[in-house]
């Protein structure tokens, strides 16, 4: 029997090098055969530039982030300020190399990987916004999101955005992996027409990725927690005058 397709899972990184790097250290040892980098590498206060220079020297597949898309944008980009820096140090060469990132990719043994949901790229997936912190939403609801044929054939589906870590399986039997987020483990989300105020929290500051294994006959995910530097992390978002950052890389709890 033939070892198992081993798929790594990367996603929502924001810039955050440090965090990246002991990531890919963490992977190098395990015989991954592909890393998929799932989108909102670097928006934020943090590295940027340095961190999507690691990614342009990675032997990686990239997809489309909702702050991705805002960063070529100036004028998206200008409503948020992480979206405004990132802009402001990436040079043309890396903002070209995001405009080549497609926003869903097909992967090996039935996978099927966007960075949100398939109806919108900024939408939530797995999550429902409620009015304090963000939950699991109800196995029909999430099903309804997964009807087109892309996602009706796949066997198991791989998102970010939320930056919490799950791995879902649903009634028909495919796997939905969010991978989590390599950079930032707590975010709140102001109020929008979409959404109540609500906050994501990991509950710890340590970087996530995910890994599946896949045969012909089996799925099997492993979630990873990997500790790096969070007090750089933290004390670059601090001199960078982000203080909800700052707060949040070093606990992975809630800005508020």
Request: charged share 15%; glycine share 6%.
């Amino acid at each position: 029997m033939s070892r198992p397709l081993r798929i790594a899972l990367i996603t929502d990184i924001h810039g955050n090098l440090p965090a990246l790097e002991s990531v890919l250290t963490h992977l190098a040892s395990q015989s991954i055969d592909q890393i998929v980098q799932l989108g909102d590498a670097v928006s934020g206060p943090l590295w940027p530039a340095e961190t999507l220079a690691r990614l342009q020297a990675l032997n990686a597949q990239h997809v489309l982030g909702n702050h991705d898309l805002a960063v070529l944008n100036p004028l998206m980009a200008a409503l948020n300020p992480g979206d405004a820096h990132a802009r402001k140090v990436l040079d043309e060469a890396q903002l070209a190399f995001i405009g080549t990132w497609p926003k869903s990719v097909l992967l090996p043994q039935g996978g099927f990987a966007f960075h949100a949901c398939p109806r919108a790229i900024d939408l939530y997936l797995l999550e429902q916004a409620n009015a304090d912190q963000a939950r699991l939403r109800p196995m029909a609801e999430i099903s309804a999101e997964l009807q087109d044929p892309s996602c009706m054939a796949a066997r198991w589906i791989a998102c970010g955005h939320s930056h919490v870590q799950r791995t879902v399986q649903l009634p028909d039997g495919r796997l939905v992996i969010n991978a989590g987020s390599v950079g930032l483990q707590a975010y709140t989300e102001p109020a929008t027409d979409l959404y109540p105020a609500h906050t994501h929290a990991m509950g710890s500051p340590h970087a996530r990725y995910s890994v599946i294994e896949a045969t012909d006959s089996s799925l099997t995910v492993t979630q990873h927690a990997v500790a790096y530097d969070w007090q750089a992390a933290s004390h670059r978002a601090a001199a960078m005058g982000r203080a909800d950052w700052a707060r949040a890389l070093l606990t992975g709890h809630g800005f508020a």
